[in-house]
């Protein structure tokens, strides 16, 4: 049987393939010494510092999250061994279920096995209820909303990424009875910059659309409980359906959505990657249940990641390196070249063991790579300043564009 198999040499050349080393990095998390973990690759055996998790308030390392998976495995062993609705339903899925929607306000929630799976099952039904709605996507959003809506076989109109006029005449174009749903993310993933929520929920209100708003980069980390952008801006009731990660901000895997009872029940229901997965395994949901309700009562992990955000935003502002967005926590460094922002995060890596995975296509357009920075609550301030003093050189080293080249070119 001919398979083509030369076909598949087109998506990636040998070449690029080795060019790309870092990626196929095994990294080895120190339980209890994180952001320090053991680097294997190709050549290389070393202990490094990781400056690119998404684990940004430590909660993968925190002793109650750990203790409770611990106790959980004791109880009930490895796995779920089946999916939701055949079995895989545990005390520990049912208390998280009720402790996001509790977070959220809202009346009901449920929980996929990623943050993935949780927007491309929920959209592919949200999307497609009623049969002639219309979406609304910013132009940024993740991979896993695209694939949603895809899905659905919904009509979808994309607005300019963050624009509120150009969302408003779309909005003013469609049919004034078409259902109507808004997808958005609250904090940007790659460019860390945050959306017009309140914006966005008043033209919501202006053309009846229903809301779907993607706090993934947001939950555990802002607003009151970690409830996400929209609470701290006290308009999470606006937002109809909000979803979120338990994979980021919470140390754990899984993603969730949460609203309406009816709405939830109905994904329950329909969504195919809920139905036919089998569910996540007691002592991860167990640990992120403990997550959740340990940064519902804590401050801690959020002012400290706050400061050394704030620290990094600074420092690298006062190096003359350019950055996307001061507004989260996520500091990504403009390099603007694939190849040179590869160099870049291999001389971190071989020459000071810090590892910050360079960003390029298909994650951000070409002409936009950068080096995607993530200083997280269990780093210490004086690692903040030494690494912004190594991407000070960095920059000198390999002539990339300052701020001030990038603003006198425009």
Known sequence: MNLHLESYSDVATDAELSECRLENMEVGRRSGRFPQADARLVGMESQ??????????????NSKVIAAMKTAIDNHGAGSGASRNIGGTSQYHVQLERELSDLHGKEAAMIFTSGYTANDGALTVLASTPKDTIVFSDARNHASII?????????????????????????????????????????HSMLGDIAPVREIADLADRYGATTYLDEVHAVGMYGPQGAGIAAREGIADRFTIVMGTLG????????????????????????????????LPPAIVAGALASVRHLRTSEAERKTLSENARMMHRLLGEADIPCLSPDSHIVSAIVGDSKVCRQASELLLDRHGVYVQSIAAPDVPAGEELLRITPSAIHEPQEVEQLADILRGIWRELGIATASDRSGRS
């Open 147 to 187: 694939d949603g809506i895809r899905h659905s076989g919904s009509q979808k109109k994309i607005y300019q990424h963050n624009d509120v006029a150009h969302l408003e005449e779309l909005l003013a174009a469609a049919p004034a009875d078409r259902p109507k749903l808004i997808v958005l993310e609250s904090v």
């Open 248 to 279: 980021k901000g919470y140390g754990t895997i899984g993603g969730y959505v949460a609203g309406p009872a009816t709405v939830i029940n109905a994904v329950r229901r329909l969504s195919r990657l809920f139905v036919f997965t089998t569910s």
């Open 48 to 61: 490094i510092k990781v400056w690119c998790s998404n684990d940004y308030l430590g909660m993968g390392q």
